[in-house]
């Protein structure tokens, strides 16, 4: 059946339903009093049912048949409870098994009972309408006041309906402005405009309805019918219509087909139109129905027939809600899937998913239990399930509207001004790491408020009942303190560890903290951070209800063997403390730790990462340390030996020196790295080939080496200039004397090799000791001894 040819039916079925409003009604009459009359028939119209024999006839019969259908239904209960008990008591079975068997049997035979005694209610109230016994059967007013009483309902009906539309047409406006004014704006204030533009719009619907209600409730009571006097029906209707149209005013805060800036679901107009219109309908077919026409059949023709209505009524709204469900089963599913995949957080994704599967599930078991319950409590059920349905539309809209904006605050990162990122850079981060954490944990707490707030509205769980009990104000109150030692703790470390990234922060007005105050503060923070999350976590246990007595003294006995077992760990901590309190060294300076000597690259409360010169990196202990050598404080001197020969003049070196001295204060390199005239010791040695004069140049920390290479390349260029020879390594041959002062002959080869052009010996010449001719050989004589001993050249081709 399609959905249009459906709509029609239940439209037709409405259309009975309320004609029997007007059909079988009885005036019921109302005192010189001001106050409504009750809701059952008048105590004289009961009276003229007494007197008349046939009348009172016909009741007893009804009473003697409700008392059999009772009793039957009673005998089918203890035989369902006696052959429980017949299993229990040999089997000796599971009590929660037995107890859900007996429910289970209970409900079921509760159920086909109802059902039973309704169609033989139903049956014989028929077989009484169709052929009534006697005439005091016959309907109990005249058909002139049948006419007059269904024209004042129709009247009431329209009136009140006249009213509430005209209110809603002129309220229209004020929703379109408010509407309007939600997507002006960035997007930064969307989500609260809408949220409260959506508390405005609902209040303004609700107040609506009120004034409709009331406008109905004047009309009726003093425009029709007897002036002052409101009758059954018209009350009925009136309290209907109230209930109704504040469930209809519930689903339009989701939908609002027709302001898209009230919308608080994320679809489009046409589906929420398609939806708002589909739960109207339904609504209005099973509240008016179950509220108007099914009391008003029970109080005038009998019980049987008015329970048969309301069965009839459920049924086809079960029907129809059923089958629009499975219609946009596929629709639906494939929305929440998509919204899951965009979920920030996995058990957001996984809840949706799972509802996206099951929702057409749940649905129809809703309607189902709905359906269940007319059957089994016709009287009230319609009303508490109208009621809890509307409890439940309210609570899962401020629970969605509440997470959605969690959900927008969750999703827009915090940015801070310029002067405040370069005073504190981590300050940002850290609070778009911790405030979305926190708004995520309080978006989980405000669902589960709503799971619990909708299942104690249905009678699945008593809330405050277990509010009240010890256990649950100890778990609700223990939930609260952890929560808020957790964001006190937070905000400690992020107030704390951002006032000490400020210190280190060199882009200050204080100027660049020292080294020292670095590593100290970077040794602060982590003391803090295991400070912080140590007493957090003692405190959450303790408010957990675990003792943390044991846990301190076995902390206590664990710290007392680690200090016997590992007495390198504590000495390396104390020797570690004492050095940064003593300030022998910080990260980036140069030091000689443990024979090593390099770069301070790290720097602990237990050890020193060293890198040397050729790159590699050592970890130091500091229980290996027995002294520290630091090159980096205060100044620096570089102290260097320059050796001349014994032949050249000491104070023209000394020139020399202050020359090269002179020219390097000049220069924009190295010139503002030294910090005083240079320093002449002067001759710290007479060396075997060497006079050795010793200089001093103080420098800035750390600079020594640099400023010592550059002069080192000074003293060179400037001793060349001025011939000052630079003693190095040589040696001198000697052939020895005789007596007479003569050297004996030095015999020399001369072996010369002569190549062709294309590179095959030409010849070769050979001379050797033999005898030779006086053309080949020249004897020399021994040359004289110098005084002196001359630098050899080293372009000299001979061979000695």
């Known amino acids: 059946m399609s959905l249009s040819r459906l709509n029609a039916h239940l439209g037709r079925w409405l259309a009975v339903a309320l004609m029997l409003i007007a059909l079988p009604v009885f005036a019921q009459q109302s005192g010189p009093s001001k106050e409504p009359a009750p809701d059952g028939p008048a105590y004289s119209t009961l009276a003229d049912l007494l007197e008349n024999e046939g009348s009172r006839q016909r009741l007893i019969e009804e009473l003697r048949s409700l008392a059999a259908n009772q009793q039957e239904e009673s005998d089918a209960t203890e035989g369902v409870s006696q052959a429980s008990n017949a299993e229990q008591a040999p089997g000796k079975q599971d009590a929660k098994d037995i107890s859900l068997a007996r429910q289970l049997a209970e409900t079921t035979s509760s159920i086909a009972g109802d059902l039973s005694g309704q169609f033989k209610n139903l ?14 059967l016959a309907p109990r007013v005249s058909m002139a ?12 009906i329209v009136a009140t309906f006249a009213v509430f539309f005209i209110l809603r047409g002129l309220a229209r406006p004020l929703f379109n402005r408010i509407s309007h004014w939600t997507r002006q704006g960035d997007d930064r204030s969307t989500l609260l405009r809408t949220s409260a533009a959506v508390v405005l719009a609902a209040l303004i619907d609700v107040a609506v309805v009120a004034l409709a209600y009331v406008g109905g409730n004047l009309i009726a009571t003093f425009a029709i019918g007897e002036s002052g006097a409101l009758s059954t029906q018209a009350s009925l209707f009136l309290n209907a219509f109230l209930i109704i149209e504040l ?5 339009r805060v989701l939908f609002a087909s027709h302001h898209e800036g009230l919308r608080l679901l994320p679809i489009d107009a046409q589906e929420a139109a398609h939806w708002n219109r589909w739960l109207a309908l339904l609504t209005g077919f099973v509240g008016y129905g179950m509220l108007v026409a099914v009391p008003l059949t029970n109080t005038n023709t009998s019980l049987a027939l008015g329970h048969a209505l309301g069965l009839i009524i459920m049924l086809l709204a079960f029907v129809y809600a059923t089958t629009f469900v499975l219609k946009n089963r596929l629709k639906v599913r494939a929305a929440l899937e998509s919204k899951a995949s965009n979920a920030s957080m996995g058990a957001s994704s996984l809840a949706l998913r799972v509802i996206a599967r099951s929702w057409h599930l749940l649905a129809i078991a809703y309607f189902l239990f709905i359906l269940v319950l007319s059957i089994l409590r016709p009287e009230d059920a319609l009303p508490s399930v109208m009621l809890a349905t509307l409890r439940t539309l309210l609570i899962v809209g401020i629970g969605l509207l509440l997470s959605g904006m969690l959900t927008q605050l969750i999703g827009k990162r915090i940015t801070l001004s310029a002067d405040w990122r370069r005073k504190m850079p981590k300050l940002e981060s850290r609070l778009n790491a911790y405030i979305p954490t926190f708004l995520k944990v309080i978006r989980t707490l405000i669902l589960v408020t709503v799971v619990l707030l909708v299942l104690d509205t249905w009678g699945a769980f008593d809330l405050a009942a277990w509010y009240a009990t010890e256990a649950g104000y100890n778990t609700v109150s223990k939930l609260i303190d952890i929560i808020l030692i957790l964001a006190v703790a937070a905000a400690i470390w992020i107030v704390l560890a951002s006032l000490i990234e400020h210190r280190l922060n060199d882009d200050s007005r204080r100027g660049e903290p020292t080294a020292r105050a670095k590593t100290l503060l970077s040794l602060f923070r982590n003391a803090l951070a295991i400070t912080l999350i140590t007493m957090t976590g003692m405190i959450v246990l303790a408010e957990i209800g675990i003792n943390i007595g044991p846990l301190i003294a076995g902390a206590g006995v664990l710290g007392l063997a680690i200090g016997f077992g590992a007495q390198k760990l504590v000495q390396d901590i104390i020797t570690g403390v004492f050095i940064q309190i003593e300030n022998a060294m910080n990260t980036g300076d140069v030091v000689t730790v443990g024979g090593i000597t390099g770069t301070a690259e790290r720097l602990s409360i237990r050890s020193v990462g060293i890198r040397d010169l050729s790159g590699t990196y050592h970890i130091v ?11 980096m404080r205060g100044f ?8 001349i020969a014994y032949r050249e003049s000491i104070d023209d070196a000394i020139v020399q020196l202050e020359h090269a001295f002179e020219e390097l204060k000049a220069s924009e390199e190295h010139g503002h790295k030294l910090l005083e005239p240079l320093s002449v010791a ?5 060396a075997d080939s060497s006079v050795n004069i010793r200089t001093v140049i103080k420098t800035t920390p750390g600079d020594q080496w640099a400023v010592g290479r550059a002069y080192n390349r000074l003293v060179k260029k400037h001793f060349d200039a001025a011939g000052i020879e630079i003693p190095f390594p040589h040696t001198t041959l000697y052939f020895g004397q005789d007596k007479n002062g003569s050297a004996p002959p030095a015999n020399l080869r001369v072996m010369q090799q002569d190549f062709s052009i294309d590179g095959s010996p030409a010849g070769q010449s050979t001379a050797s000791s033999a005898p030779r001719s006086t053309s080949e050989t020249q004897e020399h004589e021994p040359a004289p001894i110098p005084k002196e001993h001359t630098r050899p050249d080293i372009d000299n081709d001979e061979n000695t």
């Open 123 to 136: 049956t014989g109230a028929l077989a009484t309408l169709i052929s009534p016994a006697d005439d005091s």
């Open 145 to 156: 006041e049948l006419s007059r009483l269904a024209l004042n309902m129709a009247l009431v």
């Open 247 to 251: 469930i209809k005013a519930a689903i």
């Open 621 to 631: 202990p500091f229980s290996s340390v027995d002294t520290v050598s630091n090159y």
């Open 636 to 643: 620096g001197n570089h102290v260097g030996e320059y050796g």
């Open 682 to 686: 002067g001759v710290v040695a007479l």
